[in-house]
């Protein structure tokens, strides 16, 4: 009896050798990138070396799904883009490919859309989380001002606030953080933050 408490159960991840992952720390190109296999984890393309990112928290998922949500009620009533979760966006810029947990195209701009986005959303949405926050704020937001992003919606779960900043002129963001906030690119869109975080 005793001999049956030391054996080890086979766990389906160790039968199919999908345990690690595959493409961690490797160095590559944008186009190296498209030619990955999928090997079962979430990389972050850090001055083009793949880092492997930890699953967001329950919470993260809860508040992307929100406002994805809410996104897309707005949009089955205006028809005016597409909304879309966390697809790897290679902006014209050249750097590192980008995960937004949220995008939004334009329908005039959905030609930027083939397997994945090869242009710049007009609307981006990131939920901050402890492992990334430093990157959303800082090198991130730069990125998608410089590139042309109109909007970026940030998330803040531990402080319960949302901030929308505005793209003037690719020079400087426009912070805003009132307790309703309005899209200046999506006419009627908006977002109470205090029922968004209920």
Same mark, same amino acid.
């Given at each position: &009896?005793?001999? *049956?408490?030391?054996?080890?159960?086979?766990?389906?991840?160790?039968?199919? @050798?999908?345990?690690?992952?595959?493409?961690?720390? &490797?160095?590559?190109?944008?186009?190296? +990138?498209?030619?990955? =296999?999928? #090997?079962?984890? !979430? +990389?972050? &393309?850090?001055?083009?070396?793949?880092?492997?990112?930890?699953?967001?928290?329950?919470?993260?998922?809860?508040? %992307? *799904?929100?406002?994805?949500?809410?996104?897309? /009620?707005?949009?089955?009533?205006?028809?005016?883009?597409?909304?879309?979760?966390?697809? #790897? /966006?290679?902006?014209? #810029?050249?750097?590192?490919?980008?995960?937004?947990?949220?995008?939004?195209?334009?329908?005039? @701009?959905?030609?930027?859309?083939? /397997?994945?986005?090869?242009?710049?959303?007009?609307?981006?949405?990131?939920? *901050?989380?402890?492992?990334?926050?430093?990157?959303?704020?800082?090198?991130?937001? %730069?990125? +998608?001002?410089?590139?042309?992003?109109?909007?970026?919606?940030?998330?803040?779960?531990?402080?319960? $606030?949302? =901030?929308?900043?505005? @793209?003037?002129?690719? !020079?400087?963001?426009?912070?805003?953080? /009132?307790?309703?906030?309005?899209?200046?690119?999506?006419?009627?869109?908006?977002?109470?933050?205090?029922?968004?975080? $209920?």
């Amino acid at each position: &009896m005793p001999a *049956l408490l030391h054996r080890q159960p086979k766990t389906k991840s160790l039968e199919l @050798n999908i345990d690690m992952p595959r493409y961690a720390e &490797m160095k590559l190109s944008r186009e190296e +990138y498209l030619d990955l =296999e999928e #090997d079962g984890f !979430k +990389y972050d &393309m850090i001055e083009g070396v793949l880092k492997v990112a930890p699953s967001g928290e329950f919470e993260h998922g809860k508040l %992307q *799904l929100s406002f994805g949500s809410k996104l897309i /009620t707005y949009l089955e009533k205006t028809d005016v883009g597409k909304a879309v979760t966390e697809i #790897d /966006t290679f902006l014209p #810029d050249g750097g590192d490919v980008v995960r937004p947990d949220v995008s939004f195209i334009l329908t005039e @701009n959905l030609p930027i859309v083939k /397997t994945h986005i090869h242009g710049v959303p007009d609307l981006v949405c990131e939920v *901050l989380s402890p492992g990334s926050m430093k990157r959303d704020l800082g090198i991130k937001a %730069q990125r +998608y001002l410089k590139n042309g992003v109109n909007e970026y919606w940030v998330v803040f779960p531990k402080e319960k $606030k949302i =901030e929308l900043w505005i @793209n003037k002129n690719k !020079k400087e963001w426009d912070r805003k953080s /009132t307790p309703i906030l309005k899209s200046s690119l999506l006419k009627g869109f908006k977002i109470n933050q205090k029922d968004f975080f $209920k």
